[in-house]
């Protein structure tokens, strides 16, 4: 028997469907607007002048920027500073491949020495050019949007969005990820810092989380160089925390961490909630394995070794890639078996580059189950093979220029031995190249780094 609904009825559905959807549109707009104020803003399409790099693909460029600004909240972090300029403690270029192919985060040392360019300001007043000054002055000057113009200047790069976070947003978005995971290899004490910590793995958040990457003077050897590979394992920690605790696959995760942080942040205007959150959906699929943090090649300034400049032409083959957005080539399957074991040892005199050849054969699906040193230095850079391995071999050998392959009975079957010389050129650019001190998202953050 069919019941049919009274018109009366179906009116009042119609009244408290109509009520739904307005309340729940007002909601939306009112968490969109919400978000969307308590975020401070620049424009950067009216504040940088002349013509800016162009794009060549669908690439994502963000510059992330960590201010010690002591305004507000922040002047906790020392009161005496309030009526110092602020400067960018962190400077990070977050460039994410179309597709959530890679994503790679490259850090700039705060006391490189670069040009400025003249800054305009939201009120209008322009700042004088540098010929030479430290990156992190740019920001004191003019706000992050000269940072931003400083690099595109600098890098060649089209940055698309930037986002500045100050202390207590940093506090903010490292508890609201429920903490982010670390390893000591001994004891930190830092009074200044506010930090102690035992060896061993920890979790840190909030202002112990702050501590531990501003620190500097009693961890490490205290330079910046060495702050900032911690700066990049802890935000390769973060990102895969993120990654693989459902902050970025949730939006309700999302938006408690944009909630929590949004009065912590200065973004572009072109950088809405509606903007993060598709951001953040197109990474759903990216893998820790493909989050690479880098620093661009650099090296002390000649007339100055407490600072930095560009190390050239690494500096520019590696923007270059980065500008092309060229991806590493896979080896065919078929040449790279998992059943052939490849060993890379260093004999060139050059410390770190045996792990940077194993972690490029890594990208190319070789198995690599050894990487060292030889016991003495050799001239001549050879890759030696058991049975079995002629086809992978040459594969290698495609990948160094002038490197011999020598088939040996002292090398065990389906085995491969790497010997890295003098002449060692450097592998084949087939991508964005590897960097000394590379850290992946998904490395063992208690492993050791090998040779």
Known sequence: MTTITPPRALAWISIALAGVIVATTLAAYGYYWRIQNSIQHE?????????????LNDALNILLIGSDTREGANAQYGRSLRDKAPASDTMILLHLSPGGGQALGISFARDLMVPIPACKRKDGSRTPASSLAMLNEAIGRAGPTCTMDTIEKLTH??????????????????TAVGGVPICLTKPVYDPEAGLRLGKGPHRVAGKQALAYVR???????????????????????????????????????????????????????????????????????????????????????????DRRQLAQPAAARF?????????????????????????????????GQARLVADSLRDRAFTVSKVGNLSRPTATT???YGRGAAAQAAAIAALIPRAGTV???????????????????????????????????SDDICRENPA
């Open 215 to 305: 620190a500097r003077k009693k961890i490490g050897d205290g330079s910046d160089t060495q702050r900032i590979q911690r700066q990049q394992q802890f935000l390769g920690s973060l990102a895969k925390q993120a990654l693989t605790g459902g902050v970025l696959t949730s939006p309700g995760r999302l938006n408690a961490l944009l909630t929590a942080s949004a009065e912590s942040l200065t973004t572009d205007r072109d950088l809405t909630p509606s903007r993060i959150l598709k951001i953040a959906q197109g990474m759903r699929d990216l893998t820790a394995g493909k989050v690479r943090f880098v620093t661009v090649p650099d090296e002390p300034y000649a007339l100055d070794h």
């Open 157 to 174: 790069i089209k940055i698309d969005h930037f986002v500045q976070v100050d202390f207590v947003g940093f506090e903010k978005i490292t």
């Open 319 to 351: 923007l270059t890639a980065v500008r092309n957005d060229e991806k590493i080539s896979d080896v065919p399957a078929a040449t790279a078996k998992t059943n052939v074991e490849v060993r890379v040892l260093n004999g060139s005199g050059a410390e």
């Open 43 to 55: 424009d950067p399409n009216k504040l940088i002048t002349g013509e800016r790099p162009r794009k």
């Open 407 to 441: 088939a040996t009975a002292r090398v065990p079957a389906a085995t491969i031995e790497v010997i890295l010389g003098a002449n060692f050129p450097g592998l084949k650019s087939t991508g964005i190249p590897r960097q000394q001190n590379e850290h992946r998202a």
């Open 382 to 384: 050879q890759i030696r």
